[in-house]
């Protein structure tokens, strides 16, 4: 279509000037098509329903990935995401818990998502379409075009990761100490106590902002674990998205983005960004069940191929930001289904984290908690964080628990007899006692020297044991 102001430059005779207007006024009508206070816009009609997704035709020539799109039928206005793209129509999924919809209903194109984080959305909680669901005043939003798009540092254009920080929890801080910017993974089974453990970490002191994903959670437990086991002092600076287990996929895959996105933002704003993600596994499922419902074929365990690839398009986001900005340090939590660390999705993650402590359910039923286990945790940036006494001094503690452990059966069996080996004496008489240090409790205080409190515990324990 030639527009008005060419049309002027070619005659300026008075009888093209009212046809020029004429042609200027319907252009602006048609790029009006994409406003969504437009009286006008281009859509759809439902052609096909199914329990998870329906197919929209007349939205294939100008639908996107990721648009967003709003239903109008009897229920009212329902919105879901496109997923797929046909030749003659788009498969969405809806944000609502049930595709409620009608043959013949309209649908039209909003756009993608803008998530547009304010300052004061910390002490907030929020869903994955960033509505605010604690009952709060609504939340401030800044313009996208104010807020602009954080874009993920290439390769070169991030800073180097290399200043350790203190988490509070003596066995993290001893055994796998983190860096700003660094990625870890917590793996665990059902009922170990990885969320208990992700909310001492969000309590870390050492961070300007925390932003908690709490992806496929019973709603139950959100609640408590705001109110009680983050706490209201941590919960002043952190930003929660929740997406509890009874809600949609598109809300459980949506949540993780939209938290990603928040922690972006305060990245760039030069924040210390701590990110909480409970479970990726859940999201990983999340993913499959979108995924199948658009026809794609499973390929590992019932999971499809873009499964493994949204993983790292996500995890990889998280890091340490361009130079003169913040770092975004993620804690990600994976469910491993049946205590199997090595299922598709543990594995993946496992290739793309910075490190990982595994939760063993064996501790957990001797009381230890948090039960961490020494010998099969690794930070990829403990050299970074640990001075070369410390480096020596964890060396040291690991071969002494690994014989420990080692020689576990022999000495229920009774074979084991004192002073036939130094080394296994020593690590009888200390190892139950490092056990017993490192043991820690949400209500216990956070630990500000972890080293100094093994070294003042063993003291003790074993002066007095001689003593005696």
């Known amino acids: 279509m030639t527009t008005g102001s060419s049309l002027l430059r070619a005659s300026e005779s008075p009888a093209d000037t009212g046809h020029t207007d004429r042609l200027a006024a319907l252009e602006r009508v048609w790029r009006r098509f994409d406003d969504p206070q437009a009286l006008l816009a281009r859509g759809g009609r439902v052609a096909e329903i199914s329990p998870t997704h329906y197919k929209v035709r007349g939205l294939s020539g100008i639908a996107r990935l990721g648009d967003i ?11 879901g995401e496109i997923v797929k793209i046909g030749s003659d129509e788009v498969v969405v999924a809806p944000f609502d818990r049930s595709a409620d919809a009608g043959i013949g209903d309209a649908v039209f194109r909003r756009g993608p998502l803008a998530v547009t984080p304010h300052v004061s959305w910390r002490g907030r909680a929020i ?19 104010e807020v602009g798009h954080a874009a993920t540092p290439g390769a070169l254009a991030r800073q180097r990761v290399g200043t350790g920080f203190l988490t509070g ?12 910017g660094q990625r870890l993974g917590i793996f665990a089974g059902s009922g170990v106590g990885k969320s208990t453990l992700l909310a001492m970490l969000a309590g870390a002191e050492a961070f300007d902002t ?8 019973r709603g139950r437990e959100v609640r408590e674990f705001l109110e009680d086991t983050i706490g209201a002092e941590s919960m002043a600076k952190t930003v929660a998205v929740v997406a509890t287990s009874d809600e949609s996929a598109m809300m459980r895959r949506r949540a993780p983005d939209t938290a990603m996105c928040v922690a972006e933002h305060f990245r760039d704003q030069g924040h210390r960004v701590l990110l909480v993600l409970d ?26 191929a873009s499964v493994f690839t949204d993983l790292p398009k996500l995890l990889e986001r998280a890091g340490p930001g361009a130079e003169g900005k913040g770092s975004i340090t993620a804690i990600i939590s994976v469910l491993v289904d049946g205590d199997d660390h090595n299922d598709p999705v543990a594995d993946s993650v496992r290739g793309i984290l910075d490190g990982h402590v595994v939760l063993d359910r064996s501790l957990a039923e001797q009381g230890r908690y948090p039960p961490v286990n020494p010998l099969s945790s690794i930070s ?3 050299d970074k964080a640990w001075s070369a006494e410390q480096r020596m001094l964890v060396t040291r503690l690991k071969s002494m628990i ?46 500000a020297d972890p080293f100094a409190d093994l070294a003042r515990h063993l003291k003790g324990k074993l002066n007095g044991d001689q003593g005696d």
């Open 69 to 79: 799109v709003e239903q109008r039928g009897k229920a009212g206005t329902r919105r």
């Open 127 to 145: 869903d994955a379409l960033t509505r605010a669901i604690d009952g709060g005043p609504p939340l401030i939003r800044p313009n996208a075009a």
């Open 169 to 180: 929890v003596r066995v993290i801080d001893i055994f796998t100490p983190l860096c700003f």
């Open 210 to 217: 925390v932003v908690v994903a709490l992806i496929g959670e």
């Open 279 to 304: 479970s990726i596994t859940r999201f990983a499922h999340a993913l499959r069940e979108v995924a199948t419902g658009t026809g794609e074929p499973p390929v590992a365990r019932g999971y499809p």
């Open 380 to 382: 990829r940036l403990a």
């Open 402 to 447: 690994a014989r420990f452990e080692d020689t576990r059966d022999i000495r229920l069996l009774g074979a084991y007899q004192s002073g036939a080996d130094a080394e296994l004496d020593n690590a009888v008489r200390q190892v139950p006692v490092i056990y017993e240090a490192l043991t820690q409790s949400p209500r216990d205080r956070a630990s």
